[in-house]
């Protein structure tokens, strides 16, 4: 199993960016896949996950609520953060992470996790 984020960088409050998580190893269709953060200092943090595709339900914190948005692509099993009107405390190490079956956004129930990508917001 291996998740691959890319898509992070430097960018100015108020900007966007989008984060691709691209996965291999196993049926995509059947895993739940999630957006996680941790800044310096702090734990990590789910930021938007969604279900298998059987629901391809979607859950976000509230802090990203109708500024960042979690897509699939079945055809290329890569998952997708597309992130607005970003802000200074949205800086952080952003990891991608897979469970089989059902929906979580909870650190500790991921099974499988990729190594992040760096989102800097600032001026």
Known sequence: VQLQ???GGL???GGSLRLSCVTSGFNFDYYAIGWFRQAPG???EGVACIS???DDNTYYTESVKG???ISRDKAKSTVYLQMNSL???DTAVYYCAA???GSSCRVRDMDYWGKGTQVTVSS
Do not use: D
């Open 42 to 44: 702090k734990e990590r």
């Open 67 to 69: 500024r960042f948005t």
């Open 52 to 54: 298998s595709s059987a």
């Open 11 to 13: 960018v100015q409050p």
């Open 87 to 89: 802000k200074t405390e």
């Open 5 to 7: 984020a890319s898509g």
């Open 99 to 101: 469970r089989p079956y």
